[in-house]
Structures are given as C-alpha cells and as structure tokens.
C-alpha cells in the first residue's frame, strides 16, 4: 500500500489540486483560458514567457488533473476548462480553508 492511500480520497484529490497550482505557469494558463471564455485553438506559449515545450508539459499536468481538456482539430488543439472538475477543485479547497481556518485558540 501507497503511503498517500493512508489519507481519504478527499485528502487525496485536494493535494493534487494543491500541487496543479503550485507553478504559476499553470495557473496562467488557466486564467487565460478563463478570461478568453472560448476553447483556445493554437499555441498557448504565444501568450505566456515559457517554451513550447515548457508549457505543454504544463498543460499535461492540467489534462491529467481533467481541469482543463484538449482536443485535436487539425493540426491545432483546442483548450477548454472543465468548468465541473473545475467546481469540484473549488468545493474541495473551500472545504479545505474552512476546516484549517477555523480554530478555536491560537497555538502561537
């Protein structure tokens, strides 16, 4: 058995999202994606400071994670947020802030 598999699943699924956004590279990518509120057909790496290479493998992290999808379409691909695993990413951290946040007495 997996150390990781000692913890819940939610555990689990919520560091992995913890890690996803650990790069700021990735999280520029999702922002672009949100803030262009269309499917991004062509090459990300026009609009970030990284290689081509840099940033699909940052779009690899965030494909395996199902935050974000990609599709082929010709010679281009398309990428779109998954706006549910999206939701669940966001209810997973919520909870996650909510329950270290609220302490009763102060350790320090």
Do not use: W
Not at 26 to 36: D, G, Q
């Amino acid at each position: 058995m997996a150390k990781k598999e000692l913890f819940t699943k939610d555990l689990q699924e919520t560091s992995a999202f913890f890690k996803a956004l650990g790069h700021p590279a990735r999280l520029a990518i999702l922002r672009y994606l949100a803030e262009s509120k269309v499917c991004m057909t062509g090459e990300l790496s026009d609009e970030l400071p990284l290689s081509r290479t840099t940033v699909n493998q940052h779009l690899k992290e965030l494909k395996d994670l199902n935050l974000i999808s990609g599709e082929i379409s010709g010679a281009k691909v398309n990428y779109c947020l998954n706006l549910s695993n999206l939701d669940r990413m966001k209810t997973l951290l919520d909870s996650f802030i909510r329950q270290i946040g609220c302490c009763d007495t102060a350790c320090c």
